[in-house]
């Protein structure tokens, strides 16, 4: 079984910058790709970040340029920093695991909250 917990999360104003992280348990983490979701009330969840094993990302338009996810496999840990933030950028933000970048998630963590004010 793998656990993912994130955090990271918190209040910021408009502008300003976060970073996420989703410590992962296991070894599933250095074989499959990671990736941040996020939604938001009464929305569906968005896929907004992705990174392979081997290293390629996938990034939503709506965070292109301004969001970068990163992996740190000594440490089992994924982040996701999150740069000129804007008030649509409000969720709940949950780190996953899924075999590759395209496939369906296998697991999900427990999601950390990100809320930017205007």
């Known amino acids: 079984q793998v656990q993912l917990v994130e955090s990271g999360g918190g209040l910021v104003q408009a502008g300003g910058s976060l970073r996420l992280s989703c410590a992962a348990s296991g070894s599933i983490f250095r074989t499959h790709a990671m990736g941040w979701y996020r939604q938001a009330p009464g929305k569906e969840r968005e896929y907004v970040a992705g990174?392979?094993?081997?290293?390629?990302?996938y990034y939503a338009d709506s965070v292109k340029g301004r969001f970068t996810i990163s992996r740190d496999n000594a440490k089992n840990t994924l982040y996701l920093q999150m740069n000129s933030l804007k008030p649509e950028d409000t969720a709940m933000y949950y780190c996953a695991v899924k075999p590759r970048l395209s496939d369906r998630v296998i697991y999900w963590g427990q999601g950390t909250q990100v809320t930017v004010s205007s």
């Open positions: 990174l392979s094993s081997g290293g390629t990302t």
